[in-house]
């Protein structure tokens, strides 16, 4: 399915909740590294305070990832979801309590609140762990170095 598609059946989840929801998510920040347990923070940014009671937010029914037209990178070990205070802002936390090997994962996070229900996907990418890249650099030039002799 091409992107705008994805994205106008995106918009129609969301609009299509029981009320309008003016809650904004931020940009993902993605904290671990492939061959990790999962680690991301989504910065939540409400239009009012009245926006972050009984905020709470968890992965998307399969149903609405078929809806979406997610077929590849659905996360294939157990999330969790939690809402918290990182440094006086609210956060929505996700974590695996197991490694993630797959460098691609598509998160369909369905956001609920107070003001309504709302849907956001987040691609995530996750890079190797620096010293294994490192590693795989220096091995790299080192095989150069044998090559050329």
């Known amino acids: 399915m091409n992107r705008s598609l994805k994205l106008s059946v995106l918009a129609a989840l969301a609009l299509g909740s029981s009320q309008a929801l003016a809650l904004n998510l931020g940009q993902i920040q993605v904290k671990s590294a492939l061959g990790q347990p999962l680690r991301v923070e989504i910065p939540v940014n409400p239009a009012s305070p009245a926006e972050l009671q009984n905020l709470s937010a968890r992965l998307a029914s399969s149903d609405?990832?078929?809806?979406?037209?997610?077929?590849?990178?659905?996360?294939?070990?157990?999330?969790?979801?939690?809402?918290?205070?990182?440094?006086?802002?609210?956060?929505?936390?996700?974590?695996?309590?197991?490694?993630?090997?797959?460098?691609?994962?598509?998160?369909?996070?369905?956001?609920?609140?107070?003001?309504?229900?709302?849907?956001?996907?987040?691609?995530?990418?996750?890079?190797?762990?620096?010293?294994?890249?490192?590693?795989?650099?220096?091995?790299?030039?080192?095989?150069?170095?044998?090559?050329?002799?």
């Open 64 to 149: 609405a990832f078929t809806r979406a037209g997610i077929t590849d990178g659905r996360p294939s070990v157990p999330l969790q979801f939690k809402v918290a205070d990182e440094h006086g802002h609210k956060v929505i936390l996700v974590t695996s309590s197991v490694p993630v090997n797959n460098p691609y994962i598509d998160l369909l996070i369905e956001v609920s609140s107070a003001a309504g229900t709302s849907v956001h996907e987040y691609p995530v990418l996750l890079d190797p762990p620096a010293g294994k890249l490192a590693a795989a650099t220096s091995g790299n030039r080192h095989a150069g170095h044998h090559a050329a002799a």
